[in-house]
């Protein structure tokens, strides 16, 4: 595997790979991606919940499933929830030995470009079962598309592509006191309003659009934060960030301080993100055919930089006398 991934870094110096082999390092790490989310967000006046690396145990996760710790444990580098353990989790103690198990296995003799990857903590956040997540796609730094998906009893999630979102001063909450392993939606709608593509509270078809909130809106918070992830990212790495071309930005709404703010949950740009093609019935086909003009666009524009790069090593010496 590290062979493949030197070869594809020097192959990557001739020609365009989307993502490029480096950014595939980073990617995949949710720690990193964290930390840059929490200092972007800081600086803009919003909140993030913090991750805290660990060494997880048994006892971790029997504290979380038994409401003792109110946090979720994750991996980075997984994909989907394999790597979490939360008091929603299913034989969650055994699901957790089971992983550390193959993950030992897999790298216990790894070592150098693919370190063994972190576990970390992060606090619970109920509104991800009450309300749902955002999923926004950005193609060459515009909105595309977003849709709501909410946890559903059994099965795959519930998914609304929504006209309009519910601003922040008008969302409703769940009761005080309600302990997350007892986690219901108060209000919801009925069976025929949900199947008719209505969600309760993240999505609205009610509110007039003069009622919305611009500077707190769900654009102007997800523009913002793109804008700040890649100048920040464009430091750290000194070299243009993948985002540029495309993210997906998976936003959840959280309660403090008596009011609500939106928050990245996950952040995701490569070929690996979900584009849910099993519901919109070829929707997301459009995304695909923006995003395949812009790396066109992008593999033209390097392919012409690199031909005038190496035009200009060339000096011309005009005629002597």
């Known amino acids: 595997m590290e062979q ?6 020097i192959l990557s110096e001739s020609v365009t790979i989307w993502p490029d082999p480096r950014d595939l390092l980073m990617t995949g790490s949710k720690v990193y ?8 967000a800081t600086s803009l006046g919003h909140s993030h919940p913090r991750a805290v690396t660990i060494e997880p145990t048994v006892k971790n996760v029997e504290d979380i499933v038994h409401g003792r710790s109110s946090a979720v444990l994750k991996r980075e580098f997984s994909s989907h929830n394999y790597h979490v353990i939360s008091v929603h989790t299913d034989n969650a103690t055994e699901k957790f030995k089971c992983r550390m198990k193959s993950e030992e296995e897999t790298y216990s003799a790894s070592k150098g470009i693919f370190p063994r990857p972190l576990w970390f903590i992060q606090p619970y ?3 991800l079962v009450y309300l749902g997540e955002i999923r926004v796609y950005l193609v060459n730094g515009a909105l595309f598309k977003h849709i709501v998906t909410n946890p559903a009893a059994a099965g795959p999630l519930e998914i609304t592509e929504p006209i309009m979102f519910t601003p922040l001063n008008k969302l409703r909450y769940a009761p005080h006191g309600l302990s997350s392993s007892r986690l219901t939606r108060v209000h919801s709608l009925t069976a025929d309003q949900r199947a008719a593509g209505t969600m309760p509270w ?4 009610s509110l007039s659009p003069h009622q919305e909130d611009r500077d707190q809106s769900l654009t102007r918070f997800v523009l913002n934060m793109l804008y700040r992830l890649v100048l920040a990212e464009e430091i ?4 243009r960030s993948c985002m540029r071309i495309f993210t997906r930005m998976d936003i959840a709404v959280i309660q403090k301080k008596g009011s609500f703010h939106y928050t990245i949950n996950e952040l995701t ?3 690996q993100t979900g584009l849910f093609f099993q519901w919109d019935s070829g929707k997301m086909d459009f995304c695909i055919q ?12 390097d392919d012409l930089e690199r031909r005038l790069l190496s035009h200009s090593e060339f000096t011309f010496v005009g005629p002597a006398g």
Do not use: E, T
């Not at 993240?202 to 078809?205: E, F, N, P, R, V």
């Open 290 to 301: 923006d995003l395949a003009k812009v790396l066109h666009y992008v593999a033209y524009k």
């Open 125 to 127: 956040i109920a509104s």
């Open 33 to 40: 991606l964290s930390l840059l989310i929490s200092k972007v």
């Open 236 to 239: 750290i790495i000194q070299r």
């Open 202 to 205: 993240l999505a609205s078809k």
């Open 269 to 271: 740009r490569s070929h």
């Open 4 to 9: 493949m991934w030197l070869g594809m870094n």
